[in-house]
């Protein structure tokens, strides 16, 4: 499968199985399923206002900014994150660590924000911000990719990313390895 340039994409490896015939042995190999990151689209007025003040710095939407810069949203954040507002704190200071280069900062915040996605939709989410989450997932793989760093996702935001990607390529054409790929990744963590 090849990247296609210009195309932000998170790579996750699939093992495949394949029996060499002439040496009676199976051997493993891995390939890369490369799968397209979709950006996400602002619900209304504010968020598109949220998501302007963050894009336009080149930063993750940080929600403990988010109720600086736009004090309108301070209830309806508290009460859809009060719960978890210890947990974006933490995630708030690994984002202001990572963009004064800290490298470790940066998978620190993709783990919080995978814990954090699961939490979703919330009425903050879904009637205010919109989905930062996802934003922010794209984000930060997109600068870990940028820096080199190695990391690797759990099973479930991966699969989340398949099915966003899946979605935006619906009445498309469908392209045939990445199919077989996925149906590959599926079988391995269905098999673990």
């Known amino acids: ?7 932000k994409y998170y790579v996750e490896p699939v093992e495949i199985e394949i029996y060499l ?13 490369f799968i397209e990151l ?9 968020s598109a206002e949220i998501f302007e003040f963050f894009s336009s710095r080149s930063e993750p939407i940080d929600l403990m900014e988010v109720q600086n810069q736009f004090p309108e949203t301070i209830k309806i954040i508290y009460d859809s994150y ?12 690994h984002f202001k660590s990572g963009l ?10 993709l ?11 919330t009425l903050a989410s879904t009637q205010a911000i919109g989905d930062f989450q996802t934003y922010n997932l794209n984000y930060l793989i997109k600068k ?18 398949i099915k966003r990607r899946n979605y935006a390529y ?5 392209d045939k390895e990445f199919d077989k790929l996925v149906e590959l990744w599926e079988y391995n963590i269905n098999e673990k």
Do not use: C, H
């Open 170 to 174: 619906e009445g498309k054409p469908r």
């Open 100 to 109: 004064t280069g800290s490298t470790v900062s940066w998978r620190q915040a």
């Open 21 to 33: 015939k002439k040496a009676g042995k199976v051997r493993t190999i891995i390939k890369d399923l």
């Open 111 to 121: 783990y919080f924000t995978e814990l954090l996605i699961k939490y979703e939709p």
């Open 82 to 93: 009060y719960q978890n507002m210890d947990l974006f704190e933490k995630l708030s200071m």
């Open 38 to 46: 979709i950006d996400v689209e602002p619900i209304n007025q504010k």
């Open 144 to 161: 870990l990719n940028e820096i080199g760093e190695e990391y690797l996702l759990e099973d479930s935001i991966v699969k989340y990313l």
């Open 1 to 7: 499968m090849k990247r296609e340039p210009g195309k």
